[in-house]
């Protein structure tokens, strides 16, 4: 299988997917949605569960400057780093192999315009997700964006104390939350 960057300088290139079948892409529509919701230019991208990078890697063909991406597979991380020098983007970007509540020592210091996360879908990570960044709220700049993809029928009661949830797009099954630092 093979994804197509839907927009950008690098629309209509195919990267290649990670060799697991438990990994579950962010579909295309969703991805041009957030690519006209929101503008990229010029800013550092931190995405969590990031499979195969591709919103990563549609960020940096909108103008992204860097990002960074988490994943805890090693087949992810391979991934990644063969479709970054596909790209010839290996510049810009920086992979983490590690569970997104340990890679905060990995990250110290940095702080992000744009946080993404696709977790695994109704495994309650969204809940855990959403208490790491409240909690290590210094990773993303003010008025910086947090942005959850997750299944709609997932559940969660947190309600984080450092990020204001702005809006719930939803796209058929998908829901994307997005939250902002005030």
């Known amino acids: 299988m093979a994804l197509k960057i839907e927009s950008g300088k690098f629309k209509n290139i195919t990267i290649e997917t990670v060799d697991d079948r438990r990994t579950r892409y962010t ?5 041009r949605a957030l690519m006209s919701i ?13 499979g195969s990078g591709i919103m990563s890697f549609e960020t940096l063909s909108n103008g992204a400057k ?4 988490i994943d805890i597979s090693s087949k992810a991380v391979h991934s990644i780093l063969k479709n970054a020098k596909s790209l010839g983007v290996l510049d810009n970007i920086k992979v983490i192999k590690s569970d997104f509540r340990k890679s905060i020592t990995k990250l110290s210091g940095e ?4 946080i993404f996360a696709d977790p695994p879908f109704n495994n309650r990570y969204v809940q855990g997700f959403l208490k790491f960044i409240d909690s290590n709220k210094s990773l993303i700049r003010r008025g910086g964006y947090i942005i959850i993809e997750k299944h709609k029928s997932e559940k969660f009661d947190y309600i984080p104390k450092n990020i204001i949830r702005e809006e719930v797009r939803d796209y058929g099954d998908i829901e994307i939350l997005i939250f902002i630092k005030p």
């Open 111 to 114: 702080q992000f315009d744009y």
């Open 66 to 69: 860097s990002s960074t991406m």
């Open 27 to 31: 579909p295309a529509t969703l991805r």
């Open 38 to 50: 929101f503008d990229f230019s010029g800013v550092n991208f931190l995405e969590f569960f990031a």
